[in-house]
Nanobody, 123 residues
Framework: VQLQASGGGLVQAGDSLRLSCAAS????????MGWFRQAPEKGREFVAA????????YYGNSVRGRFTISKDTAKNTVYLQLNSLKPEDTAVYYC?????????????????WGQGTEVTVSS
C-alpha cells in the first residue's frame, strides 16, 4: 500500500484547505484511513478517520465541527476539508491506513503512512 498526501499550503487564519490522500494497493486490506498531524516538537495528534466500508467518521476534539473527512472509494482517495483554520492547526498532516479492526485514534495501530503535507496558518 502506498499513500500520497497533497493539498497543504500557507493560508491565513479563517481560510480553508482540502487535503487529499490517494492510496494504491489492495483496498480490501483497509479497515480505515485516518489523518494525523504533528507540529514541531510535539507528538502525532489524531485529527480524523473514516472506515473504508461503512464511511463512519471520527474526529479529534480540537477539529470537530471545523474539519470534515470523506472518501471516494472509486478513486481510493480520502479527503480532509479544513475550514476556519487557526494558527494552532499549523502542522505536517499525515494520512495512514489501518488494516485491522479496532480504534482508529492511535497512530501506533496504523500499518501504512504517506509522506505528509505541510499546513501553515498565519494569524
Amino acid at each position: 500500500v502506498q499513500l500520497q498526501a497533497s493539498g497543504g499550503g500557507l493560508v491565513q487564519a479563517g481560510d480553508s484547505l482540502r487535503l487529499s490522500c490517494a492510496a494504491s494497493g489492495r483496498t480490501l486490506d483497509y479497515y480505515g484511513m485516518g489523518w494525523f498531524r504533528q507540529a514541531p516538537e510535539k507528538g502525532r495528534e489524531f485529527v480524523a478517520a473514516i472506515t473504508w466500508s461503512s464511511g463512519r467518521t471520527y474526529y479529534g476534539n480540537s477539529v470537530r465541527g471545523r474539519f470534515t473527512i470523506s472518501k471516494d472509494t472509486a478513486k481510493n482517495t480520502v479527503y480532509l476539508q479544513l475550514n476556519s483554520l487557526k494558527p494552532e492547526d499549523t502542522a505536517v498532516y499525515y494520512c495512514g491506513v489501518k488494516s485491522s479492526l479496532g480504534t482508529l485514534n492511535y497512530p501506533q495501530y496504523y500499518n501504512y503512512w504517506g509522506q505528509g503535507t505541510e499546513v501553515t496558518v498565519s494569524s
